[in-house]
């Protein structure tokens, strides 16, 4: 029996979170100062189990080698609720904040989704709601969104430390979301077209290539026909790759985007080694499929029309996002009765690509997105424009959607599971997953 109507609650979790506003932009400040890339996060988890510590918050830490984990029980039993915040950055050199020996900075403002977690928790904790709420909040800093630094995961692989090359999809497989029913999760935006807050209906998944043409040197200006130039086999095999690109339905939404990270060693030697790495992006899992066999095809073209070899590695990236639709009408009734209906969007698809999809595949979950940055995302301008909007805010938002899923005997979130029906068993997510990984050499 609560004692209290749901609005008070959500009023006492705001106002707590506002009377901590100096702590929380301290921890958002501290982690956007201290940028680590993908399962390197160790001091950013290190300070998140310190908060954890701090407000008792019974945790794990080194899972999925950087994750960390606490939950809070409530005062009835229910459904768990995760609220998740990235502990990563991601390579932007000429960033003015980037580390210097790096090159790692928050040009995508996870620093911001780690500071409203551990907000979130603030307010929970401090406004004494949890014993009216009915089940489990669960927090997860989690590793290594950014699918960067490939060669150094690969590794991390090979030697055994992780399966997966991305933090969730990684967290899955160990069995760490188990204990969750549904989750959410606040990306910061900074766009001209967003509003306050809002989301999206979707946005692409993806799978990653590392590319190697191999072929034979030899004196580039005596003898240029005794070897075989891998460079100019990958510049065929690009050339047909944007050859297929009128074969792409618009409504695939695909995206390929190679690049060349090894052209060559010396200038006077015929390249014999050439690397170059891809993702190829898309709306739905069967999209991605038809599109990586093109993209095949045209690395195998340029092997054979320059009598080189080529070896592709594919492997798994993320899922397509698809926000749980019953999960994000609650969110935007919080975000409209805070700041307005016409501070509030709802789009439609978006090419990016984001390990919140697997968690989507699985369960009901949500990534919406809330003003407070600036400058453009991965970009050297990109910045906290609203620190009070970045931190606070949208954990605002989040910790007021968490009240109204367990509030009472947590009917709303009941309601969702209900309503919501997972797309893949986590049986057939890591099946998926495992097949996608795979070698060929032509």
């Known amino acids: 029996m609560v004692s209290q109507s749901k609005e008070a609650l959500k009023a ?5 979170i506002e009377r901590r506003r100096e702590d929380i932009l301290a921890i958002g400040q501290a982690i956007r100062r201290r940028p680590e890339l993908g399962f390197k996060e160790f001091e950013t988890a290190a300070r998140v189990a310190k908060e954890f510590g701090r407000l008792g918050i019974p945790y794990r ?20 609720v995760a609220v998740m915040g990235e502990l990563d950055a991601l390579v932007v050199a000429d960033h003015p904040e980037a580390d210097p020996a790096t090159g790692a900075a928050h040009a995508c403002g996870h620093d911001a989704q780690i500071a409203a977690m551990v907000a979130t928790a603030i ?22 969104e950014e699918y960067v630094e490939l060669e ?24 760490e979301l188990d204990d969750v029913d549904m989750a959410m999760l606040t990306h910061l935006t900074g766009a001209a077209t967003d509003r306050k807050a809002g989301i999206a209906a979707s946005s692409n998944g993806c799978i990653a290539k590392l590319i190697q043409f191999i072929g034979r040197p030899s004196h580039a200006g005596g003898a240029p026909h005794q070897g075989v130039n891998a460079l100019s086999a990958a510049m065929v095999a690009l050339a047909a790759i944007n050859a297929q690109r009128e074969t792409f339905r618009d409504e695939d939404s695909i995206r390929v985007h190679p690049i060349i990270t090894r052209g060559g060693d010396v200038v006077n030697v015929i390249p014999a080694d050439v690397r170059m790495e891809t993702y190829v992006r898309g709306r739905t899992i069967e999209a991605i499929e038809d599109a990586e066999k093109k993209v095949d095809r045209s690395l195998r073209a340029g092997a054979l029309a320059l009598g080189a070899q080529v070896k592709i590695t594919t492997m798994p990236g993320y899922l397509p996002q698809v926000n749980d639709p019953h999960l994000a009408a609650i969110y935007k009734a919080n975000a409209v009765a805070t700041y307005g209906a016409e501070e509030y969007t709802e789009g439609g698809h978006r090419g990016g690509s984001t390990d919140m ?36 805010g949208s954990a605002k938002l989040m910790a007021m959607t968490v009240v109204d899923l367990l509030y009472g005997d947590a009917e709303a979130a009941r309601d969702v599971l209900a309503k919501s029906k997972p797309r893949l068993t986590k049986e057939e997510y890591l099946g998926f997953m495992r097949k996608t990984f795979r070698e060929e050499q032509y």
Not at 12 to 16: F, M, N, R
Not at 152 to 172: A, D, H, T, V
């Open 357 to 392: 999809g697997d968690v989507e595949h699985l369960m009901p979950a949500i990534q919406p997105f809330h003003y407070g940055g600036g400058g453009l995302g991965h970009g050297s301008d990109y910045r906290i424009a609203d620190a009070e909007a970045a931190y606070l």
């Open 61 to 80: 830490e080194e899972l999925a080698i950087t994750g960390v984990k606490g939950a809070l029980e409530c005062g009835g039993a229910g459904p768990s």
């Open 12 to 16: 006492a979790v705001c106002e707590e």
């Open 123 to 144: 307010g929970l904790i401090g406004s004494g709601v949890l014993r009216e709420l009915a089940g489990r909040v669960i927090f997860m800093a989690v590793p290594a």
């Open 152 to 175: 150094y995961r690969r590794e991390l692989r090979r030697q055994g430390k992780l399966e997966f090359l991305g933090g969730k999809p990684e967290l899955i497989r160990l069995g």
